[in-house]
């Protein structure tokens, strides 16, 4: 039987919103929502461990992953209007 992540680990966006007080935050919020797609398209954490190895050490594996990340924080910051004052 697998070992599934737990159910905060498989939320959309967690905490239910995009808006941040900063532009730090929001690349925090992009990081998280990243790390969480990938375990709504992988819940098993054994599957995810036994992968990491490849993919860790792999170049194209990790600009993917930056790229994933670029998107979402695209996102976040214009659903805060790039942090305006």
Known sequence: MPTLLPAEELTGIPG????????EEGRQLAMLIAR???HQIQPDLDVL???RPIYASDPSSLTAAAQ???LE???I???NDYWRK
């Open 16 to 23: 239910g919103t995009l808006i941040t007080a900063t532009a």
């Open 36 to 38: 969480h797609t990938i």
């Open 49 to 51: 461990k036994e992968g």
């Open 68 to 70: 994933v990340v670029a």
């Open 73 to 75: 924080f695209q996102t």
């Open 77 to 79: 910051a214009a659903a």
